[in-house]
């Protein structure tokens, strides 16, 4: 797509952010330059919120830096919150059936995968790996050690993840997963090269914002300009009026946006802020 393909940017009234890879890198943090661009967008009266795949309890914290008040997407899209009230707006589970099914496949890798269930915004572990540790640590979250079947007896869980340290466990369990469910029967994605994620099929970014931009604010997609670096942010970016992936991105996200950014260690979004919605 063309700079002279997009719409007008001066219209643009919701500003969507992605956090891993977009507005937080190896730091864990938002960057102050970064910061300073929201805040300027914000006073110019652009309503500003996120669009994840962390746990809302995680994402919460990057809101609070920023002072966003709009509802913040978590979940991939799953799980939408009002910040302000503390009231969870919309939520889709992935059917408990579905995801003992995702289990059995996990188990079966030849390659060990770590495997994450997440329940009324707490995480569930059956035992600690390296990987979990080390996300446990970015996402400064508590973790439930839990027998996973008998948690799906009785609950369904918001999001189902698979991570390792080794991209090639993922792939493979990707490529997999793709041969044996539709897109309509589940939503698979990669938010990193090590990071598998389902969730229930009508959920992804693109429908959650979607629902916040039409649904709770009467805008519509020309309106919204969204930054995403990953393949979770594919839907969202091919919603937006204004798409901008990260100088990171895989090519396939690079492809539907507008404009490429530099990285997030050199304040891509910041700059695309700048760019489109200060100028």
């Not at 979940?75 to 302000?84: E, P, S, T, V």
């Not at 919309?90 to 030849?110: I, K, N, R, T, W």
């Not at 937006?240 to 946006?257: E, F, K, L, Q």
């Amino acid at each position: 797509m063309t700079m002279g393909d997009c719409n007008d940017p001066t219209d643009i009234q919701l500003l969507v952010l992605d956090i891993d890879g977009t507005i937080a890198g190896e730091s864990n943090d938002v960057r102050p330059h970064v910061r300073a661009a929201v805040r300027a967008a914000r006073e110019r009266g652009i309503c500003v919120t996120i669009a994840t795949g962390r746990m809302y309890h995680s994402a919460r914290r990057f809101a609070e830096v920023l002072a966003i008040d709009q509802p913040l997407v978590a979940y991939n899209g799953a799980w939408i919150q009002d910040l302000r009230k503390q009231q969870r707006l919309y939520h889709l589970g992935l059917p408990s059936a579905l995801a003992l099914q995702l289990l059995e496949v996990c188990e079966q890798m030849p390659l060990p995968l770590g495997v994450h269930l997440y329940v009324d915004d707490t995480l569930h572990v059956q035992h600690l790996c390296p990987a979990t540790e080390a996300y446990r640590q970015r996402s400064n979250t508590d973790i439930v050690v839990s027998d996973l079947r008998a948690l799906l007896v009785t609950s369904e869980p918001t999001k189902l993840l698979a991570l390792s340290e080794d991209p090639e466990a993922i792939s493979q369990l990707f490529d997999r997963l793709q041969q044996c469910y539709t897109p309509a029967e589940m939503y698979l994605t990669q938010s990193t090269a090590t990071f598998f994620e389902a969730c229930h099929p009508q959920v992804n970014k693109g429908a959650a914002v979607r629902y916040l931009a039409e649904d709770l604010l009467g805008l519509d997609a020309s309106q919204v300009m969204a930054i995403g670096d990953n393949f979770n942010d594919l839907e969202m970016l091919q919603y937006a009026g204004v798409a901008v992936a990260m100088g990171s991105a895989p090519d396939t996200v690079r492809r539907v946006a507008d404009w490429v950014a530099p990285d997030v260690e050199a304040d891509g979004a910041a700059v695309a802020i700048d760019r489109f919605l200060l100028r």
